[in-house]
């Protein structure tokens, strides 16, 4: 006997959110096609950052051992004064992190992650995947929707998720807000064989080194094999789009100040690339009848929190439990769905701009946020991670 379950679901986009929601989907029985525009379903760019909150949702995903056997578990986050280079913060990432958020913080790679999520959607029949296809267009009637992409080809579903990515298509039908709003910020990334990382830095932990106006984070991935490195500096350079190749003599620049080992650790790297950062000020509706978004799609967010692919996780288990409980209703779903994530990703939308300021802070405002942080206990500062990295009801009731 046929059921709703079985009139697919279109997600416009292949990265990490809509290959999440694909398998939330499946979970619940529900059939998705995946439409994804680059000609390979793939990520590219460097490491990620994992907090104990998106491991709630891999342990619901059933992906807690396949991830597990790729990332690395850092010892502690540590933050330095990049014009001193001392020790700012610690926080250990051992067993009271562990038993107060019940998962642990990890480090991966972005191919491992997501190729962690391919290849559990690929053993899935409920799941169909194709590439190189743009979604150019959307219709909805009021038994379905159709997407045509750039090619012609028309994909019929029962709805549609956008989760296209901060540039997306999908949002300026649904929303029509326009552009991202350019933070002013630059990042430039690398990884590095861990030979190519002088021995003092090759550590097991979550570093960086903060202000002024710029920061610098090493990290490593792959048991440590690889080292990634991320630096940020404000600039009022613009170019729209993801993956250029960075101009190291501006970076060098940017970095004149900072204390020895950061200047030491950007002159190892002969290839960068550069990432402009945008974001939008939170939305409280991402939705319009059968239509969605999810991801940095709904919710852009400047890196600081480290969020951005986690939140678009718990978008998606969050979204598969809506869509069960309103039997197949996807316009109700997905007003309940955003209804229960927007203050979430909000205040992380929020908290990221605010941090973004607390790392690049100069003056008295670096001293205040050095003093406050030096001060700190690990249980303060676990504390105050409790809003992002503790249990969340609405996520909860899904497992
Ligand atoms: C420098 C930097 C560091 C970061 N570090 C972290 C971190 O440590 N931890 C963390 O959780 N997050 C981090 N993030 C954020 C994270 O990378 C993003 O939030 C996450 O990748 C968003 O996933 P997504 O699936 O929503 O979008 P995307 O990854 O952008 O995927 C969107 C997909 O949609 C496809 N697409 C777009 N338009 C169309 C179309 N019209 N038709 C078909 N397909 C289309 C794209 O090709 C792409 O594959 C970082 C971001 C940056 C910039």
Redesign the pocket.
């Known amino acids: 006997m046929s059921s709703w379950k079985d009139q697919q679901v279109l997600i416009?986009?292949?990265?990490?959110?809509?290959l999440a929601a694909a398998l939330a989907l499946a979970r619940k029985g529900i059939a998705s096609q995946v439409?994804?525009?680059?000609s390979e379903l793939k990520e590219i760019g460097a490491g990620?950052?994992?907090g104990p909150n998106v491991f709630r949702m891999f342990e619901v995903l059933n992906l807690i051992e396949p991830i597990n056997a790729l990332a690395v578990f850092p010892n502690n986050l540590i933050m330095m004064d990049s014009i001193t280079g001392e020790e700012v913060t610690r926080i250990p990432l051992g067993t009271a992190f562990r038993r107060k958020f019940q998962h642990p913080y990890a480090l991966i790679h972005r191919a491992d992650l997501h190729k962690v999520l391919l290849d559990a959607c690929v053993t899935s029949n409920l799941i169909h995947l194709d590439a190189s296809?743009?979604?150019?267009k959307v219709d909805e009637t009021k038994d379905g929707i159709t997407a045509r992409t750039e090619s012609g080809k028309d994909y019929r579903g029962a709805a549609l998720i956008g989760?296209?990515?901060?540039?997306?298509?999908i949002r300026q039908i649904v929303v029509g807000d326009g552009k991202p709003k350019p933070a002013g910020h630059i990042?430039y990334?690398a990884v590095l064989p861990a030979a190519e990382i002088p021995e003092q830095y090759r550590w097991r932990d979550m570093a960086f080194w903060a202000g002024e106006k710029v920061h610098f984070v090493l990290y490593p991935l792959r048991t440590g094999n690889l080292f990634n490195l991320?630096a940020v500096f404000h600039s009022d350079r613009y170019e729209e789009g993801w993956d250029s190749f960075g101009d190291p003599a501006e970076l060098h620049e940017r970095f004149a100040k900072t204390c020895e080992p950061v200047r030491l650790l950007l002159n190892k790297i002969e290839s960068w690339r550069m990432?402009v950062?945008c974001d939008r000020p939170p939305i409280k509706e991402w939705s319009r009848g059968r239509i969605t978004l999810?991801?940095?799609?709904a919710h852009p967010m400047l890196?600081y929190l480290?969020?951005?692919?986690?939140m678009?996780v718990e978008d998606a288990v969050c979204l598969a439990d809506k869509v069960v409980a309103a039997g197949g209703d996807y316009a109700a779903a997905f007003r309940a769905y955003q209804q229960a994530r927007y203050l979430r990703t909000g205040r992380v939308q929020i908290m990221a701009r605010i941090y973004g300021e607390f790392y690049h802070a100069s003056g008295v405002a670096k001293e205040l946020r050095n003093m406050m942080l030096s001060s700190r206990t690990p249980e303060g500062a676990m504390a105050g991670m409790e809003w992002l990295y503790g249990e969340q009801k609405e996520l909860t009731s899904a497992a």
């Open positions: 416009v986009g292949g990265g990490i959110g809509g439409i994804e525009q680059a990620i950052q994992l296809q743009k979604v150019v989760a296209d990515g901060l540039w997306s298509t990042t990334r991320v990432w950062l999810l991801g940095d799609a890196q480290a969020q951005g692919a986690c678009s």
